[in-house]
């Protein structure tokens, strides 16, 4: 593959990028991206593990930050997707929006914390964080465990 088309700004941003049509903007982000391709991260670390991911946006501090296969997803907010590995096909507005999602695919959660401090196996409502079917979640706030 012909390394073309990326643009980076900001300290080790697609430091190992062997990847195209990759862009970064802030220290350490998509730092880690090898062969990754079709990728927009802005913001401290977002997408730093990112090794060959491809399509993702992740915009925010730490946003997408633990994706390393992970595609096709969209965070958008300090936190937003941030231990997701391997999900694909998620979209996350709001700070640490699908905070603890890890492999879950195809949730959408809109709204700053919708079902992202939960523990990282179970939330109070029984669902797993890292389920594969769609999950569309839209709150001003998450609801407190006791809810």
Known sequence: MTVSNNTANGFQALFNNTGQDNTAAGAFAL?????GSGNTATGLA????NTSGFNNTAI???ALQSATTANNNT???SGALL?????ANNTANGLNALFNNRTGASNTAIGASPWGLMPAAISPWGITTSIS???VWLARHAPS???
């Open 83 to 87: 231990s997701d590995t391997t999900g």
């Open 75 to 77: 965070a958008t907010g």
């Open 31 to 35: 730092v880690s991206t090898t062969t």
């Open 145 to 147: 465990a006791s809810a």
């Open 46 to 49: 977002a997408l730093s593990t």
């Open 133 to 135: 079917a769609p999950l």
């Open 60 to 62: 925010g501090t730490r």
